[in-house]
C-alpha cells in the first residue's frame, strides 16, 4: 500500500523545498525593504465569506466541509476575502496607508494542469486606505523589484496596464450596451484562451456590428510604452477623461520609480474579476507562453462589502508555480540553493571522538552551519567523503592535536589547503599575511 | 454581516505575524545550523494516509472532505504520516542519515483551549536512517538549541526523557500483564491530567494490587539528572539491560554535547502514541503550569509500516502555541519584532518631490528597507511624524540641495543628529573623525 500525495499537490524533498524557499524568501525580502508589513489569516474560512466576494458560483472550486458544530468551512482558495474581512474589522483603527502583504497557500478544487495545481503559494501586496495613483505605482514597484531581484531584466517580463473605467468607456463608444459591460470585461480577458472565431462570434453576441467586432479587436491589441498615454487617448478619443487622468499620474510615478521599461499600456486586459474598479494590471513573461506571472488592480469598493468603512485599495496576487516555470526556462532558478555547511568536523582518533560533540555545539552556538559523521569510523579518507557528499565548505579535523588544543581546518573547495586552528576558536579568521 | 475568522484560528496583524515570525525564523535557523533539511508536503492529503498510522479514530480529529473524483481528503494533523510516506518512496535513494525539518501549519478539529488551536504552527526535526543514539541525541540537541537561541535557560525548561523499553520492563516487573502494556502507558501519560483516585482505579484495572499500584505512582514520579542513570537503573533493579546501555549512551552524548543541565529522566514520560519504540522524551516548562512545549521520541518501525525498507528513526515536534506562551510569561517575546524601515524618505520643495521616486528606488534596490509619505505635505514636522510614528531610524531628507545632489540624513534615534549626504549614495557611512 504505497500511499501517493493526491493529485495536484507536491512534495517537497529538500532540492524542492530549496526552490520554493528561494521565492518565497525573495518575495519576504523584497517586501520589507519596499514597506509592506507581513499579515496572515486562517488557512481555513467560513465558506460564506467566499460567497461574499464571488457568488455561489465559487463554491464549486473549493474545498469544503463541516465542523462538528455544523459550521460550513473552506479551505482558502485566495487571500483577499481574509484581506478584506482583516482591514474591515479594524479599518478604523489602523493607520494608513495601510501596506501589507502574504505569502499563504491556497488551495482550488480544479483539474491540475500546467501553470495550476490544486496547492500552491501566493504572494499578496495590498495598499489600502489610499486613493492615489502613487499606491498603484507602487504595488506595481514591488512586483517589478521581485522579479529584478530573481534576475529578470526589462526584456524577460512585460506589465501590462489598463484601466477598467477607460476601457469601459472605449466599448461603451463602441456600442456595448451598459448592462453586456462584465461580459464584453470577460470576453477580451478571454481572448487569449480562445479562437478568432469564437472571440467573433462573442462579440456578436454584444450586440456589435460587424465593423465594431473588428474595432474590438483592434482595441483588445492596442499596446502603448509608458511615456505615450497621450498617442493612445488620442487613438481612442479619450483625451481629458477622469480615469485617463489617473493613468497619466500613475504614468508619471511610474517613470520617476525609473521602471517605465518593464510596463506597457494593453487595452487588452481587464481582469475578469468583477470587484476591481480602476487600474489594472497583468505581467507575463515576455513571449506570452506562460500563464500570467501576476495580476492585480485597484478595487475600491471590497472592504464595504465586508461591512468596512469605504477604503480605497490596490494590490496584486503573484503565484509560485508560473513564476518558477519561467525562472528554469530562463536559467534563472539556483541549482545550489539548499543551504551548504559551513564546517563537517571529523574525529581521527577516539580521544579526539570525544572532543568532537562539545565542539560541534560551540560552532552551531557561533551560529555555525556544522555537521559531523554518525559513523565510528577514524579513516581520514571516508569521512572527507562524507564531508564532500554534502556539500561542506571546510572540514575541521581533530586528531592527537586537540591534547594541545589544536585542530586543522581544510577548505574542501580550494585545492584542499589547511591550516592549524585553536580548537576553542577553530573558525578564527586567517591572520593576514604582509605582501613582501 | 461582519464576518469572523472560525473559532480556533487566528488573524495574524503584522505585531501577531511578526511574532510567529520571531519563531519560525528562530526554528529555520536553528534547523539549518544543526545540519537539518526542510522539507515540506501537501496541506492535505488522503484521508487514508492519518488511518495507517492511527486507525479509524483519528477520523474525528480531522477535518475532512471529498474531491471532485470523490477522493476521501483530510487537512494534516501532524506531519509524521507525510515523512513516513516520502522517506518511504525513496528510502534506498537518500544518503543516510536522513536529517529533515519542517514547520507545518497543521489543523485540528477539536475544542479550543488554552495551549491548543485548531490551526497551529509545529516544528518537526527528524532524523532517519541511524539507530545510534547519536541520533536521538542530536534531535534533543536541535530542540535545546532553539530553545536557547529563544533566550530560555536550563533553569527554565526540563526535557523529561525516558525509554519505552525500560519502562516496559519495569511494568512488567510490578506484574502488568503484556496486552495492557499500552494501556499502562497511556495511564502514565495521562497522569497529570486525572486525580489520585482516578490514577489508582486506572492501576487497579490493570491487574495490580494496592501495594503494585502505590509503586507504580512512585515509578511515574521518579526523576534523575543526567549523569546518575546507575542511580536509576540500581533503584528500578535494571542493571544490565539493553534499553539501559542506549539510555547510558544518550547519557554520554547529552554530556558530551554540554546539554546536561537541561535534561532528566523521567520513567512517568511514555508518550501516549504506540508507534514510538525506544527513546521518548517531552519537553515542559520547569513550572509544569503549561501543557508540552514538544514531545519525541524514537520509531524504528513506522517507515515499515508505510511500505518502506527498515529505517531506524527519532524526532520530535514543537507547536507555536504552547511555546508563544512560555516566551510571553518570560518576557521573551521580543516587543518589536516588525522589522524597522532602515530610511524614511522626505521631500520639502514641489523639485526634491520630483526626485523622491527615483531615490526611493535605488534605496531599496541597494537593500535598505525604505518607506516615504503619500501625501503631499512638504511640511517637515508632520513628515518627521509619519516617519517616526512607522519606527524609521534615519529619515532622508530632500530639499532644495537635491539641485547640487545634496541631502540630509536625520538620525530619529539619536536625538535627531542630522548630516549632509550626496543624494546618489545618501546612506554612505559616515566618515570616522580621528580623536585628537
Known amino acids: 500500500m504505497k500511499l501517493q500525495h493526491p493529485p495536484g499537490t507536491k512534495d517537497f524533498f529538500p532540492e524542492d523545498a530549496a526552490k520554493r524557499s528561494h521565492i518565497l524568501d525573495t518575495w519576504r525580502r523584497v517586501s520589507i ?11 481555513f474560512e467560513l465558506l460564506e465569506l467566499y460567497k461574499v466576494k464571488s457568488g455561489e458560483g465559487i463554491v464549486n472550486e473549493l474545498f469544503h466541509f ?26 478604523n483603527a489602523l493607520p494608513k496607508p495601510i501596506k501589507w502583504f502574504c505569502m499563504p497557500n491556497l488551495c482550488r478544487a480544479e483539474r491540475p494542469q500546467r501553470g495550476r495545481l490544486r496547492e500552491f503559494w501566493q504572494w499578496n501586496v495590498d495598499v489600502l486606505g489610499s486613493d492615489s495613483p502613487i499606491a498603484d505605482a507602487e504595488s506595481i514597484l514591488a512586483a517589478v523589484d521581485a522579479l529584478h531581484a530573481f534576475g529578470l531584466r526589462p526584456e524577460h517580463i512585460r506589465v501590462k496596464i489598463s484601466h477598467r473605467q477607460t476601457v469601459k468607456l472605449v466599448l461603451e463608444k463602441l456600442g456595448v450596451p451598459d448592462e453586456k459591460i462584465m461580459p464584453a470585461f470577460e470576453l477580451l480577458d478571454g481572448r487569449d484562451k480562445m479562437t478568432a472565431e469564437e472571440f467573433s462570434q462573442g462579440a456578436a453576441k454584444l450586440g456589435l456590428t460587424p465593423d465594431r467586432v473588428e ?60 470587484y476591481y474598479t480602476g487600474t489594472v494590471y497583468e505581467i507575463h513573461e515576455a513571449s506570452g507562453a506562460e500563464r500570467a506571472i501576476a495580476g492585480g488592480g485597484r478595487y475600491d469598493k471590497l472592504i ?17 508555480v508560473v513564476l518558477e516555470h519561467v525562472l528554469i526556462d530562463k536559467g534563472l532558478m539556483p541549482t545550489d540553493a539548499m543551504p551548504r555547511p559551513d564546517v563537517f568536523v571529523i574525529a581521527l582518533t577516539d580521544d579526539a571522538a570525544k572532543a568532537l ?8 552556538l557561533d551560529g555555525w552551519h556544522t555537521r559531523f559523521s554518525y559513523r565510528s569510523s577514524r579513516n581520514v579518507g571516508k569521512l572527507l567523503k562524507e564531508a564532500d557528499q ?14 594541545s588544543g589544536k585542530a586543522k581546518l581544510k577548505m574542501l573547495q580550494e585545492q584542499g589547503r589547511e591550516r592549524e586552528v585553536p580548537l576553542e ?8 599575511v604582509e605582501a613582501d
Open 390 to 403: 554534502c556539500g561542506a565548505v571546510r572540514a575541521l579535523i581533530l586528531d592527537d592535536g586537540v591534547q
Open 357 to 364: 560533540p562539545g565542539t560541534v555545539r560551540r560552532l552551531r
Open 66 to 91: 463541516q465542523d462538528r458544530g455544523g459550521r460550513e468551512l473552506a479551505i482558502r482558495p485566495e487571500f483577499t476575502p481574509t484581506l478584506a474581512r482583516m482591514v474591515a474589522s479594524r479599518a
Open 33 to 43: 525593504r519596499n514597506g509592506f508589513e507581513l499579515v496572515d489569516g486562517p488557512v
Open 304 to 320: 464595504e462589502l465586508f461591512d468596512g468603512p469605504p477604503t480605497p485599495a490596490v494590490g496584486f496576487g503573484m503565484g509560485n
Open 215 to 274: 474595432r474590438f479587436d483592434q482595441v483588445g491589441r492596442m499596446s502603448y510604452p509608458v511615456g505615450k498615454l497621450d498617442a493612445m487617448a488620442r487613438a481612442l478619443s479619450l483625451e481629458g477623461l477622469e480615469s485617463m487622468g489617473e493613468l497619466m499620474a500613475l504614468d508619471e510615478t511610474l517613470r520617476a520609480f525609473d521602471i517605465a521599461d518593464w510596463c506597457e499600456y494593453d487595452m487588452g486586459i481587464v481582469r475578469g474579476l468583477a
Open 425 to 432: 576558536n577553530p573558525m578564527t579568521p586567517e591572520p593576514k
